[in-house]
């Protein structure tokens, strides 16, 4: 006859970093009206502790575009979502703009606009 063994001494899930990391990328396009044409999509770097991540997305949008709107928006979607899918506490999301993908400027060369 096999043995029970109570739930808190089976073990314990760990869940990679990259994981997270995915979830929270994934989470962030989410959050966005639109990736831009020709831009890159969300990346997401994380640190996890016990069971609490650190987080910080780099993106890009299209402009003109709220970006504060933009950035609150896609700081609560990833809380709510790491937390959901990952069962983690998320006391920090850093939003970080990489780049502004202008209409006027889509299709010219990458280089500064003077």
């Given amino acids: 006859m096999a043995t029970q063994v109570a739930p808190a001494e089976r073990g314990a899930t760990r869940i990679a970093d990259r994981v997270v990391a995915k979830i929270a990328a994934y989470a962030a396009r989410e959050a ?5 044409a020709d831009g890159e999509p969300p ?3 994380v ?3 016990h069971d609490t991540a650190r987080v910080r997305i780099s993106l890009e949008l299209d402009y003109p575009v ?3 709107a933009q950035c609150g928006a896609v700081r ?3 809380t709510r979502r790491v937390t959901e899918l990952a069962g983690m ?5 850093a939003v970080q703009v990489e780049r502004l ?3 006027q400027t889509r299709g010219t060369d990458r280089g500064r606009i003077r």
């Fill in 32 to 36: 966005l009206d639109a990736v831009p």
């Fill in 43 to 45: 990346h997401a770097t």
């Fill in 47 to 49: 640190t996890v502790r």
């Fill in 66 to 68: 709220d970006i504060g």
């Fill in 76 to 78: 609560r979607h990833v």
């Fill in 89 to 93: 506490e998320v006391p920090e999301v």
């Fill in 101 to 103: 993908h202008s209409a």
